[in-house]
């Protein structure tokens, strides 16, 4: 059952007036707001900032053909924990369930730190996503809690503003940090960062919580979580590791869809269920589930492919390709701020319709974009796609929050944070294959007179991006194209994918509705 409320439920801080003391007035809710994106900062800037500082991990712990899997494991533990830890904090709170999770993270960053190969620095990237699991999609409840409807547009745009930032700047962080100081130091500069946040919250947020006893579903997060974390491994590793139609890849995505299927029977009988099966059976719910999904693969594909194509193709700098995306930056959080007042306006459907279609223009000029195109045109794409996602990442978000009561804000944005951490994992998979794909058939089948000068696969992107700094031979400028096509069939997956999550949009209702429970 539903209960009509309007374009914009403009009741969002009820639950905050009812859970929380003291936390209305703007003094107070400051400095929470302010350790919010302090930890939100540091969960993204560590799905970026080891980009640059590779060459000196490998140089260092050795294992190269191991490293991809310091970025996999991050996303992967991340993505499977989100909806475990929405879930408990509708149980026993945000407080304790945040705080455990920047814990978890520092605990991570310390161990990451002081590895003594990539084995244990690849463990504990994975104790790192775990922790960031919960940072993430408690960030965004709390903001939930203690902000109105009207205002949580604004609020979230900071966020986004601080996320898109970290995008940019951890590449950048990275190499500095590897260059002048140690890569390790890129871990340990968390520690007083993240202390801060924690002290903030434990002094700044009082939240009261009504105490009953809970079953905890162990079979749902169990199958859960191993269902996910097979169908991720398969689409990182598949094409790479091992063949797609090999009997390892068939055997894990065999076990992996069995897992999710024992998950939904499991979560059917769960009294207390850790994702509940009504999240995938409301409208406005499935809309913003799988536009989430679209926002975290079409960020991690422009976060990886605009540089490789500014430094690669282009032939600008490394600290010049990874600030190629400020454009995105500025753009995202300044629509996401003004998302506000245009949804209590005209609705979060049609403020979504509008961002959605903008994000499709910025593909369709990707898709344009020309071989020897100048940095300004890359710049300006990704402003186009930013100013599209700020009307939609946030207003979708909102509308999720707004149809429910503060005891299942965790669980709804658990959830669609647990999609846009999945479309994350899978957009990186997906974009990769479609890259490797093609610079693997034009390293496979070169022009006769360059096939002795060349690998006969194209051994990754920086392979490819070492030979063609050198811009004046006819194998460089062989690879340097190559790179180019590889980069221009991801931007037109990047096209098929706004075109869908402009599809998607026309699941959320027009007028959103107070979700009743039987």
């Not at 407080?95 to 991570?108: A, S, T």
């Not at 940019?168 to 340990?188: C, D, E």
């Not at 701020?337 to 949804?343: L, T």
Request: charged share 10%.
């Amino acid at each position: 059952m539903t209960k009509a409320v309007g374009r914009a439920q403009p009741s969002g801080s009820a639950g905050a007036v009812r859970t929380y003391k003291g936390i209305g007035l703007r003094s107070e809710r400051g400095p929470i707001l302010l350790a919010i994106m302090l930890s939100v900062g540091l969960v993204a800037l560590d799905s970026t900032i080891i980009a640059t500082a590779v060459p000196s991990v490998v140089s260092d712990l050795g294992g190269f053909s191991q490293f991809p899997w310091l970025f996999s494991i991050y996303l992967l533990t991340q993505a499977v924990s989100v909806p475990l830890y929405g879930k408990f904090s509708d149980m026993i709170g945000r407080k304790p369930v945040m705080l455990f999770g920047i814990g978890l993270f520092l605990l991570g960053s310390v161990l990451c730190g002081v590895a003594w190969n990539m084995l244990s620095l690849i463990l504990f990237r994975g104790l790192q996503g775990l922790g960031a699991g919960a940072v993430q999609p408690i960030s965004l409840t709390m903001v939930g809690d203690l902000y109105t409807v009207e205002e949580r547009a604004k609020v979230q745009g900071y966020i986004a503003g601080v996320w898109a930032a970290a995008s940019v700047l951890g590449p950048a962080l990275g190499g500095l940090f590897s260059q002048y100081v140690s890569w390790r130091w890129i871990f340990f500069i968390n520690l007083p960062l993240g202390a801060f946040a924690a002290w903030t919250l434990i002094r700044k947020f009082r939240e009261q919580v009504s105490h009953r006893p809970h079953r905890i579903d162990y079979l749902g997060a169990v199958t859960l979580t191993t269902g996910c974390s097979l169908l991720i491994v398969g689409l990182l590793q598949g094409g790479v590791t091992w063949g797609w139609g090999s009997p390892t890849s068939v055997l894990i995505f065999a076990v992996g869809a069995v897992a999710i299927v024992a998950f939904v029977l499991a979560e059917r009988k769960a009294v207390e269920p850790i994702l509940p099966l009504w999240v995938f059976q409301r409208r406005v719910l499935i809309g913003g589930s799988l536009v989430s999904l679209g926002v975290g693969a079409i960020t991690i594909g422009l976060s990886s492919y605009v540089p490789t194509l500014a430094q690669g193709v282009l032939g600008t700098g490394p600290l010049v390709a990874g600030f190629s995306l400020a454009s995105l930056t500025i753009a995202w959080p300044l629509t996401a701020s003004f998302a506000g007042r245009v949804y209590t306006r005209i609705g979060f459907r049609n403020t979504a319709l509008i961002g959605t279609a903008v994000a499709v223009l910025g593909a369709w000029l990707w898709v344009m974009v020309p071989e020897r195109s100048h940095l300004y045109q890359v710049a300006g794409c990704c402003f186009v796609i930013g100013l599209g996602m700020g009307f939609v990442a946030s207003p979708t978000l909102i509308a999720v929050q707004s149809v429910v009561g503060w005891e299942r804000r965790g669980v709804v944005t658990g959830a669609n944070m647990f999609f846009r951490a999945g479309g994350s994992a899978l957009g990186a998979a997906l974009f990769g294959a479609i890259a490797n794909a093609e610079l693997g058939r034009r390293f496979a089948h070169p022009p006769s007179n360059l096939r002795s000068q060349l690998p006969a696969s194209a051994d990754g992107t920086t392979l490819v991006l070492r030979r063609s700094s050198d811009r004046h031979s006819e194998v460089s400028e062989y690879i340097r194209h190559s790179l180019y096509l590889a980069t221009h069939e991801v931007f037109w997956g990047l096209l098929l994918l706004t075109i869908a999550m402009f599809v998607a949009v026309w699941l959320i209702p027009r007028r959103t509705a107070t979700l009743t429970f039987d």
